[in-house]
């Protein structure tokens, strides 16, 4: 049916009918036109409805929940979350005063990594398999590849980001956000470039850059 009433769809402006071959308005994504000036001349009867339009599509795209985090490509268990924020309690709480009263802030717990990208290979593995590939005497090397680490300069790895980068890889291109959002790694501090990055990594997947963009 879809099919159908693209096919018998008509201008917005002349109410020629032209199938498939209307252009559509690009803000509205709902409007169809037979050229640029049908287009042009309904434009002062289109605008208001168009710029309402425009804006529900931005605030859907906006909105909408992120992508799930990609498992564990070690242990294939889902990615633990970050812990933004951590809250111990002492032993004894009387159960009539609110517990914030007494809450203590764990800053260690909150500052702890969840899991450890590496620019090597483009992989985040979880702090578990990280933790346990330490364990077994593996310093200085990625747990999933297996290359070494500990021989590379920062030139050396923000050359593999670059590289990630081109090849349209999110992490990196967060990672790279990163370094354009407070002046890092020679990288001049760049506000706009650091969202324009971060909103690119966000669209291809990686979740993180949900939180970045945000906080930014």
Same mark, same amino acid.
């Given at each position: 049916?879809?099919?159908?009433?693209?096919? *018998?769809?008509?201008? !917005?402006?002349? $109410?020629? #009918?032209?199938?498939? +071959?209307?252009?559509?308005?690009?803000? =509205?994504?709902?409007?169809?036109?037979?050229?640029?000036?049908?287009?042009?001349?309904?434009?002062?009867?289109?605008?208001?409805?168009?710029?309402?339009?425009?804006?529900?599509?931005?605030?859907?795209?906006?909105?909408?929940?992120?992508?799930?985090?990609?498992?564990?490509?070690?242990?294939?268990?889902?990615?633990?979350?970050?812990?933004?924020?951590?809250?111990?309690?002492?032993?004894?709480?009387?159960?009539?005063?609110?517990?914030?009263?007494?809450?203590?802030? *764990?800053?260690?717990? !909150?500052?702890? $990594?969840? #899991?450890?990208?590496? +620019?090597?290979?483009?992989?985040?593995? =979880?702090?578990?398999?990280?933790?346990?590939?330490?364990?077994?005497?593996?310093?200085?090397?990625?747990?999933?590849?297996?290359?070494?680490?500990?021989?590379?300069?920062?030139?050396?790895?923000?050359?593999?980001?670059?590289?990630?980068?081109?090849?349209?890889?999110?992490?990196?291109?967060?990672?790279?956000?990163?370094?354009?959002?407070?002046?890092?790694?020679?990288?001049?501090?760049?506000?706009?470039?650091?969202?324009?990055?971060?909103?690119?990594?966000?669209?291809?997947?990686?979740?993180?850059?949900?939180?970045?963009?945000?906080?930014?």
């Amino acid at each position: 049916m879809s099919g159908m009433n693209q096919f *018998n769809a008509c201008c !917005a402006e002349c $109410g020629k #009918e032209g199938g498939f +071959s209307l252009k559509v308005c690009k803000s =509205c994504i709902d409007a169809k036109y037979c050229n640029a000036n049908c287009q042009r001349n309904h434009w002062p009867t289109h605008k208001t409805t168009c710029k309402i339009r425009a804006a529900e599509l931005r605030d859907v795209a906006l909105f909408k929940d992120p992508p799930p985090k990609e498992d564990c490509p070690i242990c294939f268990l889902p990615m633990p979350m970050q812990l933004i924020s951590c809250m111990s309690l002492p032993p004894a709480t009387i159960a009539s005063v609110p517990i914030y009263d007494f809450a203590i802030a *764990n800053k260690e717990l !909150a500052s702890k $990594g969840m #899991e450890v990208y590496y +620019s090597c290979c483009g992989k985040s593995i =979880c702090g578990g398999c990280v933790h346990s590939f330490l364990l077994s005497g593996n310093l200085g090397k990625c747990p999933h590849c297996k290359s070494e680490l500990s021989a590379k300069t920062n030139a050396d790895v923000l050359k593999e980001v670059i590289n990630r980068v081109a090849a349209n890889d999110p992490a990196s291109i967060d990672r790279l956000a990163h370094y354009y959002r407070h002046g890092l790694e020679g990288f001049q501090q760049d506000r706009t470039k650091a969202i324009e990055l971060f909103t690119k990594s966000t669209e291809l997947g990686w979740s993180n850059a949900h939180y970045n963009l945000g906080s930014i």
